[in-house]
């Protein structure tokens, strides 16, 4: 029996924040992050949310946003005093609080992702700075060595005795 292969629709997932989700979340942005007094008006945050939503999602840089979004710098901005101010974490802490409200959360979309480790075999060919990696212990010695001599510099003992000579004649 071949095995069917499950089609997710695109629509099925979160890229752009719903009417039902933007009245639970826009208390959260009046509170945090309110209009100034002075300046020109402010992107309104919801286009800006869908912008950063996009970005999560696919990865792509902040200057390839499509233009269907505000400008990417306006984007990256926001998002930056946003995270400064702690809005997603009153997002998050919303959302979790009206979960039921919202028909639960669909724990297929959710994800964690790390590896931490130690490097074990590093040891002696791991050097002091990136130039240095690989080499062996005396190499990257030697080359810190080199590096400290002035450029244009010729010459071993016999031209610096002359040099030496020249400067006690003085």
Known sequence: MPRTKKVVSLDDTLWTVTDALWTEIAPVFAELDPRGRRGPERTPPRPILDAVLYHLR?????NRLPREFPDDSTVHRNFQRWVVRGVFE?????LVEHCDDLAGVDWRWQAVDGVMGKARHGGDAVGPNPTDRGKKRDEAQRSRRRAGRAAGRRGGRRERARHQAAR???
């Open 168 to 170: 006690s004649d003085a």
């Open 58 to 62: 696919t990865g792509c840089q902040w």
């Open 90 to 94: 009153r997002i998050w802490a919303t």
